[in-house]
Structures are given as structure tokens and as C-alpha cells.
Nanobody, 116 residues
């Protein structure tokens, strides 16, 4: 059983920063992708950033240059450093872990609210 626990969300003013963390526990394949998605009210859940165990990254265009994803492979933790936050970044952020054999797990989400 895999569990993902997010932390670090909260309320911040526009232009501010937050760092999200997600700790994964359980039986985890070495080759995997950890990432962050977000979902605003009434909208679909979209990829924000992902980072494979190989080091390959992928960012949504809207966050490039502002957000940075990183991970601690030894501890199975993924981070999302969010700088220059905008009101449109307001959403619930979900941690995701997946691997080629079909594993696909989600955290419960952490709310990020950016005030203007």
C-alpha cells in the first residue's frame, strides 16, 4: 500500500512563495515519476510539474521560471518550490506517484490560496 502525504499549502499574497512537500511511503518502484497537479474549483486537474527518478522534468508553461520541482530519492519526498505566486495559482495541489508497471497514486491534496 502506497501513501502520499502533502504539506506546505496555505494563504500567501501575490508575489510570495510557498514550498510544498509530499512524502511517499510503502512499496515503491525505483523507476517512477513523482509530480504535482492542481485543480481549481470548476476546472480539471492539470499537471503542474513532474520529476522522474531518472532526473527528467516536465513543467506546465504557466509555471515555467517560477516553480521548481525537486526530490529526495532516498526519502521518497518530492518538493515544489513556488515563487512569484499569482492569484491564478490558487488551487488544491495534489501529489502524484506513478511507475510503468501501472502504479498510480494520489495524495489528498493541499490548498494553496494566493490573494491579490
Amino acid at each position: 500500500q502506497v501513501q502520499l502525504v502533502e504539506s506546505g499549502g496555505g494563504l500567501v499574497q501575490a508575489g510570495g512563495s510557498l514550498r510544498l512537500s509530499c512524502a511517499a511511503s510503502g512499496t515503491i518502484f525505483t523507476i517512477n515519476v513523482m509530480g504535482w497537479y492542481r485543480q481549481a474549483p470548476g476546472k480539471q486537474r492539470d499537471l503542474v510539474a513532474s520529476l522522474a527518478s531518472t532526473g527528467s522534468t516536465n513543467y506546465a508553461d504557466s509555471v515555467k521560471g517560477r516553480f521548481t520541482i525537486s526530490r529526495d530519492n532516498a526519502k521518497n519526498i518530492v518538493y515544489l518550490q513556488m515563487n512569484s505566486l499569482k492569484p491564478e495559482d490558487t488551487a488544491t495541489y495534489y501529489c502524484n506517484l506513478k511507475w510503468p508497471a501501472g502504479g498510480n497514486y494520489w495524495g489528498k491534496g493541499t490548498l494553496v490560496t494566493v490573494s491579490s
